[in-house]
């Protein structure tokens, strides 16, 4: 093990979620519908949300209001991201840990979960498996564990770049793990790595206390609230924040979100470059109270809800969910899906069944092969993009979002998606995913005005297509 975490709070550290200031929000009367479309206005804007004016959003429940607030959902989304998907694969390398989190089978009491952590060897065939499929992005997850240090994980980091199997290669890499102090920080974004991911679960302080109890590190809420201030101090530029959603009442959970982003946006110039927002699923040996279960419908609107709050945020939605749901809530929000997924401890070479419950953290809603997400999504019209231009581009962080804020991101994304899309359907489609992709393409192309640009694409994608040219980014 390498260094022990200093555990010292940022400068700007300060609990900034107010309970009872949130509970009050949601206990006022719905707004009427003049409100609700002022305040649609300002998000159509590209302007964030203030949490006064989230908070109407999630009261306003009437069947008028909430398509009013879909519409605007789907509208301000085509607008910013236009039909693109970036896609990516959890890769697992850790279930050890010193927490005991009730909803989580990788909790240190569950006798019942099967405990590995990868070697690099192991890792390194992991991430062949997935570059063989046609992953490009991955996000690596360690449970908290004192084995799973910085060093740890950035030599992680740097064992999934090295990876090179025939025209595969894992561009980006971002972490989901456990707070560090900024020393840690700063070592892990010596790796390379693109966004980490911090999620509080909830933002209640009696449900935190509840479900993660007070005599481990996970307990100690102002460490892991404050975790994202100490990246940024240390030049960790691209966060990621998320809620479990099913601990505590969901508006109040969106609601912390949204001041999580706002807190963020105010101290550093840039709110966070992700958010997620999982339903909690089913695990072996977890402790699960029904009492907060997210119904479909609730799950539609408060991806909707944060869409509009953050209008510029990437949003993540993961395989948790089933694919029907997935397949509803893109057109209103998502910009970021897992697909082909397996997050058992070796899962991509080691599969024996569709899913082995005590080797994951919750079970999935969603198991279809990459290809078959591909197909889908190519036709109902969207982009599938493995694009990390941004990341090595220097487009991250306040850098980012002078590009985003204009529009801009159209202009570089769509040109970026098609390249890399086309990397995959040359490299690794089956033939009908390869044929819908083509048409995709070919319908993206003649949108495009006469000129230079567009000339400049097509000749990029035949030498990808016809030459074996890879990673002609914009």
């Not at 260094?3 to 949601?26: G, K, N």
């Not at 085509?78 to 390398?93: M, T």
């Not at 390869?434 to 005005?449: C, Y």
């Amino acid at each position: 093990m390498g260094r022990p975490i200093v555990r010292q709070l940022s400068a700007a550290a300060r609990d900034f979620i107010d309970d009872e200031r949130l509970l009050s929000l949601l206990s006022r009367p719905a707004p009427d519908l003049a409100r609700l479309d002022d305040i649609l206005a300002k998000s159509l804007a590209k302007e964030p949300l203030e949490i006064e004016e989230t908070a109407d959003l999630l009261l306003a429940d009437s069947p008028e209001a909430v398509q009013r607030l879909f519409a605007a959902a789907h509208r301000l989304k085509s607008e910013v991201y236009g039909n693109r998907i970036v896609l990516f694969a959890p890769l697992y390398l850790g279930n050890r840990c010193i927490n005991d989190c009730r909803y989580c089978a990788f909790r240190r009491s569950n006798p019942e979960a099967v405990r590995r952590t990868l070697s690099l060897g192991e890792t390194r065939a992991q991430v062949k498996a997935l570059e063989d499929k046609g992953h490009k992005r991955l996000i690596l997850v360690f449970g908290e564990h004192p084995e799973y240090d910085a060093e740890f994980i950035a030599e992680c980091v740097r064992a999934a770049y090295a990876v090179k199997s025939g025209p595969g290669e894992i561009r980006r890499v971002n972490i989901n793990a456990a707070p560090f102090d900024r020393e840690g920080f700063a070592l892990i974004k010596a790796a390379g790595i693109g966004t980490y991911q911090i999620f509080m679960e909830t933002y209640h302080h009696a449900t935190y206390r509840a479900v993660h109890g007070e005599h481990n590190r996970k307990g100690d809420y102002l460490w892991r609230l404050d975790a994202l201030s100490r990246a940024f101090e240390a030049g960790q530029d691209d966060i990621g924040i998320g809620a479990l959603f099913g601990l505590y009442d969901w508006r109040f959970d969106v609601l912390g979100l949204v001041s999580h982003a706002i807190f963020l946006r105010a101290r550093y110039g840039v709110g966070p470059h992700t958010i997620s927002f999982p339903r909690l699923q089913p695990a072996k040996g977890a402790v699960i109270d029904e009492a907060w279960r997210v119904g479909d419908d609730d799950f539609k609107r408060l991806v909707a809800i944060l869409r509009l709050s953050a209008p510029y945020t990437g949003m993540i939605l993961t395989a948790r969910e089933n694919p029907e749901v997935r397949r509803e809530v893109l057109a209103f929000g998502v910009s970021q899906i897992d697909a082909g997924s397996r997050i058992e401890l070796g899962g991509y070479t080691e599969q024996l069944c569709e899913q082995e419950l005590d080797r994951e953290q919750f079970m999935l809603g969603d198991v279809r092969p990459l290809d078959v997400v591909m197909r889908e999504l190519l036709q109902d019209g969207y982009v599938p993009s493995f694009c990390t231009a941004c990341y090595r581009k220097g487009r991250t962080g306040e850098h980012f979002m002078e590009f985003a804020v204009p529009g801009f991101i159209k202009q570089l994304c769509t040109p970026n998606a098609l390249t890399t899309l086309t990397e995959y359907l040359t490299d690794y489609a089956s033939p009908e995913t390869r044929e819908a992709g083509a048409r995709l393409i070919e319908a993206e192309l003649s949108k495009m005005p006469e000129g230079r640009a567009r000339l400049e694409l097509e000749d990029r994608l035949r030498r990808i297509r016809d030459e074996g040219e890879h990673d002609l980014l914009y």
